[in-house]
């Protein structure tokens, strides 16, 4: 076991308070530890004669034997009875003991002790002894799964923790992340009760320490080393069991020293330079030696400039007036002058790229394994300042749009457009109607807190009607009076589905009248938009013109109907008035 050897009176008398819980199943017990008593049953007086010497180490290392020796070695567990989960935090570490209680009989499962980190030190105390179950259920997760729990915690607010919020975030969590367990109940154990986790808990293993290695037959990685291939010559043994972390770190430095190290290598594009072949004895990738046979240096594009027709007729206007033009002659390449930021009077230098060496360019830049595979606009930006040419961002578009992996394998964050299923317009004024209302608006003196609006889809007329509420009656009366009276019984009347309009004394004037009532989608007024249109235009006019002493709006809500069917329709180019009357 990997318990530190106390070197103070203080920790003397920790180790020998947490043995003494278990000092019944120790034979001898008081005649062993009887060095060690010697020199902690001290009075203050006496405290700072504490002296640690051979016969309490002798002592020590026998009474921590007794904890894996018989009756206290750890055991297999027992389907048929529950594991007991004994935890506890403090400050310095976390512990835990799982344990089973077989016909009274005491069967030591697990111990766990770890050290809290800096942040956890900073947790309130009921997180940190939810913390401590947590990283026991973690540690012991094989013992725990698929069977009943018992947990104890000298911690009394954790014991409703499984059943209701204590209103702690992290302790919320924890418990939403242990409901994958069994647990039967949380049982409150007093502090002077709960030695041994209280004792793992204050000397815990230190983290450098912690062989998990042996128990999972794995070795940790160490984090922060850059991942490298290593040839790790044929002479070296092969490993067998399992690998700790000390035994992982000797290998490491026995194998430093004939290890190479091996890391990708960079091919950078530029006019100066060559991509060259390199040839591999182990094996050729095909696509990788299509991309080397690209030449990009200073010969090849001098000889493609002088191929490409659109390019010699650009040298021609540079030599026979070479101020105005936005191009520059040096050492027979021809360049393009960009201003590569907004408000900067320096122009840069950008080579003229032949349209012949466009897609092997983009082939580099895109579809090579160290280009990635990226978008237009990275892509694009690689680019810019180094090679130019006309259309460049539209030939880069369509490059990558024509990449079959691209197009394959890369995820449309945009969602497609649904098949949008229009309203069919009407042949003629008055077939099809939108109706709702508007409302509540702050009530009038009139007694008016509601507007009836009824717009036709034909040629956008506008009926709007104030009334102090929107019961079913209401509706009814004010519909046939101000409409139907008027306009005469239309062939569909489209309106949303809320009770004024959804109801038996409506659907009997429907079936008397003659017309049919068709209704929205629920909780989507887009169906019915071009009413809904009109009530966002009409508020805000009224708004401008009302009283706001006496809130007379409906005063003016025929006014604003009628300067609306008069005034111009941006979709008809006519005035609903014209489309109505002709006029």
Not at 543 to 551: G, S, Y
């Amino acid at each position: 076991m990997n318990l530190r050897e106390p070197s103070t009176l203080v920790e003397a008398n920790k180790f020998l308070g947490g043995l003494s819980w278990y000092r019944k199943f120790v034979p001898r017990f008081a005649s062993i530890a009887a060095p060690i008593h010697k020199v902690t049953n001290l009075t203050k007086q006496n405290r700072k004669n504490f002296k640690w010497e051979q016969p309490q180490h002798e002592a020590f290392l026998r009474l921590k034997q007794f904890l894996v020796t018989t009756p206290l070695f750890l055991d297999y567990p027992n389907d048929n009875y529950p594991v007991i989960l004994t935890t506890d935090a403090s400050k310095i570490g976390i512990g835990g003991t799982l344990q089973q209680n077989i016909n009274g009989e005491i069967k030591n499962l697990y111990y766990h002790s770890q050290v809290t980190s800096s942040t956890q030190k900073r947790y309130d105390p009921i997180e940190l002894e939810a913390l401590a179950i947590w990283m026991c259920f973690q540690r012991m997760r094989p013992y725990l799964l698929g069977r009943s729990v018992i947990i104890y915690t000298d911690h009394c607010p954790l014991c409703n923790m499984m059943n209701s919020t204590v209103k702690n975030r992290r302790v919320d969590r924890i418990s939403i992340l242990l409901q994958e367990y069994d647990i039967e109940k949380i049982i409150h154990i007093k502090g002077q009760h709960n030695c041994l986790a209280d004792y793992l808990s204050r000397h815990p293993i230190p983290r450098e320490e912690e062989i998990f290695d042996e128990d999972y037959g794995i070795a940790e990685q160490d984090k922060g080393e850059p991942t490298v291939i290593e040839c790790v010559p044929d002479e070296t043994p092969p490993l067998a069991g399992a690998i700790t972390r000390s035994e992982t770190k000797k290998l490491r430095l026995e194998q430093d020293k004939n290890t190479t190290t091996i890391t990708p290598s960079q091919k950078n594009v530029t006019p100066s330079s060559t991509v060259e072949e390199e040839e591999d004895d182990q094996g050729k990738d095909s696509a990788s030696q299509d991309i080397q046979k690209y030449r990009f240096d200073m010969e090849q594009l001098k000889i493609e400039q002088e191929k490409d027709p659109v390019i010699q007729q650009k040298i021609i206007e540079v030599k026979k007036n070479p101020v105005k033009c936005s191009y520059e002659l040096k050492d027979g390449l021809l360049y393009k002058l960009l201003m590569m930021r907004v408000n900067c009077n320096t122009k840069k230098k950008i080579i003229y790229l032949p349209s012949s060496m466009i897609n092997n360019l983009l082939q580099v830049y895109h579809s090579d394994p160290l280009s990635g595979h990226f978008g237009v606009q990275r892509t694009y930006l690689k680019i810019k300042n180094i090679f130019w040419w006309p259309d460049m961002k539209q030939s880069i578009t369509r490059y990558i749009q024509s990449c079959l992996p691209c197009q394959q394998y890369n995820i449309t964050r945009t969602k497609k457009p649904g098949r949008l299923q229009p309203i069919p317009p009407p042949e003629g004024p008055f077939q099809l109607i939108g109706m709702d209302y508007c409302g509540p608006l702050k009530q009038t003196p009139s007694g008016n807190q509601y507007v009836l609006c009824i717009t036709d889809y034909f040629t956008r007329w506008i009926v709007a009607v104030a009334v102090p509420d929107c019961s079913a009656q209401t509706t009814a009366e004010a519909f046939f009076k101000e409409y139907i009276c008027k306009y005469g019984v239309p062939a569909v009347v489209l309106s949303d589905q809320g009770t004024h309009f959804h109801n038996q004394l409506m659907e009997a004037m429907s079936k008397l009248v003659g017309y049919d009532h068709t209704y929205s989608t629920t909780y989507h007024p887009q169906s019915n938009g071009m009413i809904e249109r009109f009530n966002a235009t009409f508020i805000p006019q009224i708004a401008k013109l009302q009283d706001r002493e006496n809130n007379n709006w409906d005063e003016f809500l025929a006014p604003v109907v009628f300067a609306y069917n008069t005034g111009c329709h941006s979709t008809t180019q006519y005035s609903p008035f014209q489309l109505l009357f002709g006029r």
